[in-house]
């Protein structure tokens, strides 16, 4: 049964203008006719609550209705969200200095926050790293952040003023990648997206991936980047990559490296640590955690309370039966009730 609330504030918030090219974008992919691609979009997002987004990305024109309600689309996930995730301690992981303290011993880095931090410390800070990253506390998929490199102290020189404007108040140690992971693209640090559902005791992964950098400095697919699956008994890509487009990459546009089977280093032990990691916050049951690769081990980045759904089920990645990943959740969440 479709959530109500969800379909009625869907409705009133929807971009029309935005469905229509989307129902245009579907003609020219699959030759289906606009006005009945349009109409199929609507009635998607009432029966399986999929945003117009999702029609597109999870390629649902070619789907049955079968495959189609295996799919994790907008409204699923946001039920996920609802019956894991209590919005009053969403704070708890939107904060990135509150992320970086109760997770100390997890991130492997240095960081400071300026709010708190006078402009000598701020220095010294720098000199002991010069290589840094500036954020903004609540940024996300990238935006905000600034790479900083400081060859000498004249480049010191304003830099605490400059941030403090732009209000990037959590400046972090540079995070220098495991040379495999490197070779794949170089300019980003490419990151494992692991989902877990925590049941109980019991920690379930329940998606396993790596977001790769394709022509910028993140890995955000919303900033042009890519993912790829990777295989959560052996570490390894078994995948080409996706971007949000649809297009798929056997090897590296940039890098020419072939992807499926780049064994991960240190994969298993970046399970462990966000199987680890779910059970010190309890008020949150389903996180999407960001774990880099250094040559020391897997360090966790940052970890999100509303994972987006969007890289779950691209159609590269799935199985010929094309089935979506609801069961696989369905499973983890089973004899759990809304709090």
């Known amino acids: 049964m479709p959530n109500i609330d969800y379909l009625v504030k869907r409705i009133a918030g929807m971009n029309y203008r935005a469905m229509l090219d989307t129902a245009r974008k579907v003609h020219e992919r699959s030759g289906k006719n606009t006005v009945a691609a349009l109409a199929d979009i609507m009635y998607c997002g009432f029966k399986y609550q999929a ?6 990305v999870f390629e649902f024109y070619n789907l049955s209705a079968g495959q189609r309600k295996t799919y994790i689309t907008r409204g699923k996930n946001n039920y996920y969200v ?11 992981l939107e904060d990135k200095i509150e992320f970086l303290k109760r997770f100390d011993g997890f991130h492997g880095r240095a960081w400071i926050d300026l709010r708190e931090t ?4 701020f220095e010294k800070f720098c000199r002991e790293h010069p290589k840094l990253v500036a954020k903004p506390l609540d940024g996300t998929c990238g935006r905000g952040i600034e790479f ?14 400059m941030l403090l404007e732009g209000k990037q ?4 140690e540079f995070i220098v990648q495991h040379p495999d992971i490197g070779r794949i693209y170089p300019l980003s640090v490419n990151t494992l997206r692991l989902v877990t559902i925590r ?6 992964l329940v998606f396993s991936s790596m977001r790769i950098g394709n022509g910028k400095r993140v890995d955000n697919l919303n900033s042009g980047g890519m993912a790829v699956l990777v295989d959560m008994k052996t570490g390894k890509i078994s995948t080409p990559g996706a971007d949000k487009e649809g297009k798929a990459y056997f090897q590296h546009p940039m890098t020419g490296v072939d992807l499926v089977g780049v064994q991960i280093p240190y994969y298993q032990e970046a399970v462990e640590l966000v199987r680890r990691a779910a059970l010190r916050i309890p008020e949150l049951g389903y996180i999407a955690w960001d774990v880099a690769v250094t040559e020391k081990g897997p360090i966790i980045i940052e970890a999100n309370h509303f994972p987006g759904h969007d890289i779950y089920q691209f159609q ?10 609801i069961p696989r959740f369905d499973r983890a969440v089973k004899g759990l009730s809304p709090r």
């Open 51 to 56: 945003g117009y987004m999702d029609y597109l």
């Open 82 to 92: 609802k019956l894991l995730n209590p919005q009053e301690n969403w704070h708890l």
């Open 118 to 121: 006078d402009r000598d410390t």
């Open 148 to 161: 900083i490199e400081l060859s000498d102290d004249s480049k010191i020189v304003g830099l605490y003023d």
């Open 199 to 204: 049941n109980g005791d019991t920690v379930h």
């Open 169 to 172: 108040y959590l400046v972090e």
């Open 316 to 325: 590269v990645h799935l199985a010929p039966d094309k089935l979506g990943l």
